[in-house]
Structure formats: structure tokens, C-alpha cells
């Protein structure tokens, strides 16, 4: 169940679209991980979390559903998260305000990139910004990336602190091929209160 209701986000991520995306979609991603772990009872406690971020030790005969449905249920679940209702936001603060400057330029830069990384996705997958852990560095870097379908950053080692969801059923049904628009919605709905906290 998510922590708002589905006209939350209204204008920006209508009501219907959102019923859909999280009643239809992500539970039908949940359902689907469901039925594939039942087969192997002896990982089906694993944390998600733990299987995607190592899918070679996963049963080859649920690899694939693990991979999607899995990351569909993970990467949605953090999608919901990155979403703040009642009021529209604009630009974080504290540490990551700081670490965005000091990396990008400034707020402006840092949009301007995660657009063109959203805008140049082929087909569905997911724009990820990720705290990449580097030993050979002082201090961690920011990072955006790109994953196909329901890939997850876990695969890669990353640690995601923000997600946007490319999928057209995201967006289909209020702005239907128009991108570019979703994208400029999301960026009005982005709850600044969580993505600082997971980067701290």
C-alpha cells in the first residue's frame, strides 16, 4: 500500500495512471516474483535486495523472472518513495545541495543531465542517480545512469538515491508519447526529503 493517496501527486502524475502503475503493474511484478520463488523455497527468505545484487546465484530456472519481476518490485518500491504528495518541490538542500554544486555546477546542470539521460533511454527502463563507493577517493561521487527494462544499479554495485521510471505505463495514459513531458512533471514531485536522506 503506498504512504499516499492516488491523486497525491494530481496535476502532475494523474490519479488514473497512478491506480494502474502501482494496482496493476507493480503488483503484478510482486505476484509474478512470487510464484517464481515458490519453486525454491531454500532462497525465498533472501532479502531482494541480496538476489539481485548477485543474480549468477540464483536457480537458473527463475534467474530471468527474478531479474524482471524482482526488479520491478524493487526498483518500483524506491520509486514510490522518491514521490512527494501535497506540495510541489523544487531543489534540495543541505549536504546534497553541496555535493550537487561542487559535482555538476549547480542544480540547473545536475537537471539538465538526468533529463538528457531520461530523454535518451531507448524504449522502457529507469534514469538512476547513484552514490557510487569508490576506495581510491576520499569522498563518494555522485553518478547518473541508465538500466534497461527492470535492471537494477544493485547488479552494478551502486547505491541508488534517486529513480525515475521510464516505462510508458508510467506516463501513457496523461501524456502518451510525450516524454519529455512526464519528465517535467516528475521533476515537480520529487520528495527532497527522502532523496538527501538516503545520500547522507
Known amino acids: 500500500k503506498l504512504p499516499y493517496a492516488y491523486d497525491a501527486h494530481a496535476p502532475w502524475l494523474d490519479t488514473?495512471?497512478?491506480e494502474l502503475h502501482h494496482g496493476k503493474h507493480?503488483?503484478?511484478y510482486v505476484t509474478k516474483l512470487n510464484e517464481a520463488l515458490m519453486k525454491h523455497p531454500e532462497i525465498s527468505e533472501k532479502p531482494l535486495e541480496e538476489l539481485l545484487a548477485d543474480l549468477g546465484a540464483v536457480p537458473?530456472?527463475?534467474r530471468g523472472a527474478v531479474r524482471n519481476h524482482g526488479g520491478g518490485h524493487w526498483n518500483h518500491s524506491l520509486f514510490w518513495m522518491?514521490?512527494?504528495p501535497g506540495r510541489e518541490t523544487n531543489a534540495p538542500e543541505g549536504l546534497l545541495s553541496e555535493k550537487i554544486s561542487a559535482q555538476f555546477g549547480s542544480f540547473a546542470e545536475f537537471r539538465k543531465q538526468c533529463t538528457a539521460a531520461a530523454m535518451g533511454v531507448f524504449g522502457s527502463g529507469w534514469v538512476w542517480v547513484v552514490v557510487t563507493n569508490n576506495t581510491q577517493q576520499t569522498t563518494n561521487k555522485l553518478e547518473i545512469l541508465t538500466t534497461p527494462n527492470q535492471d537494477t544499479p544493485l547488479a552494478l554495485g551502486k547505491h541508488p538515491i534517486l529513480a525515475l521510471?521510464?516505462?510508458?505505463?508510467?506516463?501513457y495514459l496523461k501524456h502518451q508519447n510525450r516524454r519529455a513531458d512526464y519528465i517535467e512533471a516528475w521533476w515537480?514531485?520529487?520528495?527532497?526529503d527522502e532523496v538527501p536522506h538516503r545520500f547522507e
Open 16 to 18: 488514473k495512471t497512478m
Open 82 to 84: 522518491f514521490l512527494r
Open 188 to 192: 515537480h514531485v520529487v520528495n527532497w
Open 60 to 62: 537458473e530456472d527463475i
Open 26 to 28: 507493480h503488483a503484478g
Open 165 to 171: 521510471d521510464l516505462w510508458e505505463h508510467a506516463y
